[in-house]
């Protein structure tokens, strides 16, 4: 075959573990299609492949130091390799890839600490990928973090190798990338660079192609997904219309079939009027949006740099709610922020009551390198106090996620069925309600894939209950 370009008798087997975001997880699919394309097969046992990647995150430092001991384990196996005592094929040369936030900050001091790393690649190198591989498979140790994207400049790699996507119905959709805002405490800037947008053409393009591949919900995936097209330009790029999240939404509403599209992740302040209009137009959009506040308190939120105060985000939210009827709105919020008094912790648990999100992600306060945040050490707030604020958040949590679920109790939901469960003789079905809340129901098999109609009837903290009908 002309694309198996690596000359290998045997396909050779590629394992890669995936850390962090959705936006990584969607890195990994590139990546897998296009090394599948190049004739690699994915494994799902580390011991079996020829190739082992690490694609990470580094927006907290446990993730980066759990990548970073994967790797310790894996160089080791490489240094047992002749001694044949842990692979299942030793004599095999195995070559470690280090890829995602952590390489495109750390670079070459990679190469340099882990002796046994064969490539280092940046999150602005994925399609440089198959001449890396050549390179480090003729003996080469490469380190490749551009600082300048060449994502979605001009899209042609993106159509020229295939998207080995891992999940059946839900397909994820890179349509921005990178921020501009530099939050005082995030990385996000640093390692993803500035935002840059995609065309609409190639999204379209590629929403298409999953739709007649049978996906069912497509997510459009951005840092800061509202402030889509910033960089685009209307007339080149759009027929002179307004390059926005909100057309974008109206565009894809009108590729035909029966499927849904969910947009992540929302920054308050880049919700427009005509981003909830449209969103309300759109049959196919579901109605939910993650909208992360990350402390309650104005003070805090200055201090983190970002462009809102408490009121601002209330009232964006008492806004989403009076536009729909079922909404579903969550959150993110980091306890123990350089600085934060205990009073001000409380505005974060009493945000989480007073705008009664329906569900939201918790982190202890990590300080990151390059960030503002992570110098202000005289400010930093104790380990413990931080361990015991992020659990009186999560308890917060619990609480929200509960009485929201309890809410829905007694109404229907369009469940998009995705997967099932035999349990006593019976089929447990699980799937997600456009409010993306996950609903448990009796049924059969068959129902996999497909759009039904459920009545909810309980409720527990995760999930909800209900009954076809
Ligand atoms: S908006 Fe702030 S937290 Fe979100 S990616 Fe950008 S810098 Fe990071």
């Known amino acids: 075959m002309e694309n198996k370009c690596f000359n290998q008798e045997v396909s050779p087997k590629v394992y890669i573990e995936t850390m962090g975001c959705q936006m990584n997880k969607s890195d990994t699919e590139r990546i897998l299609g296009m090394l599948s394309y190049f004739g690699y097969e994915e494994t799902t046992d580390p011991k079996d492949a020829d190739l082992l990647m690490v694609n990470t995150c580094s927006i907290r430092q446990l993730s980066a130091d759990k990548a970073y001991s ?116 995030c990385i996000v800037p640093f390692t993803r660079g500035r935002e840059r947008s995609r065309k609409p053409s190639e999204i379209i393009e590629e929403t298409q192609k999953a739709i007649r591949q049978g996906f069912k919900e497509i997510t459009l995936l951005g840092q800061n997904v509202d ?16 390059v926005t999240l909100a057309n974008l939404l109206r565009d894809l509403n009108k590729i035909d079939g029966k499927f849904r599209i969910r947009f992540v992740t929302s920054y308050p302040t880049d919700i427009s009027d005509d981003l909830i209009k449209a969103v309300k137009e759109c049959d196919k959009v579901c109605e939910f949006f993650h909208i992360p506040m990350q402390s309650g308190n104005s003070k805090v939120l200055k201090e983190m740099n970002r462009r809102y105060d ?109 997967s099932y ?31 039904v109609n459920v009545k909810i009837t309980g409720a527990s903290t995760w999930h909800l209950k209900g009954e076809l009908i």
């Open 70 to 185: 994967l790797i310790g384990v894996w160089g080791k196996w490489k240094a047992e390799e002749h001694s044949k005592k842990l692979l299942k094929k030793p004599f095999k040369n195995i070559k470690i890839a280090f890829c995602g936030c952590v390489a495109q900050q750390d670079k070459e001091k990679l190469l340099k600490r882990f002796p046994y790393v064969d490539l280092v690649f940046g999150t602005n190198n994925v399609y440089e990928l198959p001449d890396l591989i050549k390179r480090i498979n003729a003996g080469e140790r490469v380190c490749a973090t551009n600082e300048t994207p060449k994502k979605f400049t001009d899209g042609e790699e993106e159509k020229k190798y295939p998207i080995k996507r891992a999940k059946s119905l839900n397909a994820w959709i890179p349509i921005m990338e990178g921020c501009d805002n530099f939050c005082t405490y």
């Open 227 to 242: 402030s889509y097209g910033k960089n685009l330009d209307p007339v080149k790029d759009y027929d002179g219309r307004e």
């Open 421 to 451: 469960e035999e349990k006593d003789n019976q089929i447990i079905l699980a799937g997600r309600a456009r409010n993306n809340k996950i609903v448990h129901f009796n049924g059969e098999k068959n129902c996999v894939g497909q759009f």
């Open 310 to 418: 408490r009121e601002t985000y209330g009232e964006i939210v008492k806004k989403i709610r009076n536009a729909f009827e079922d909404v579903a709105i969550t959150s993110d919020f980091i306890a123990g922020f350089p600085g934060e008094t205990e009073e001000e912790f409380l505005d974060t648990l009493s945000a989480i009551e007073e705008f009664e999100l329906d569900y939201s992600n918790t982190a202890a306060y990590s300080p990151r390198v390059k960030t503002k945040a992570a110098k202000w050490t005289d400010k930093f707030i104790d380990e413990n106090t931080k361990s015991q604020r992020l659990a009186r958040l999560n308890e917060k949590n619990r609480e929200a996620s509960l009485k929201s679920n309890q809410k829905c109790t007694g109404k229907t939901f369009e469940i998009l069925v995705e």
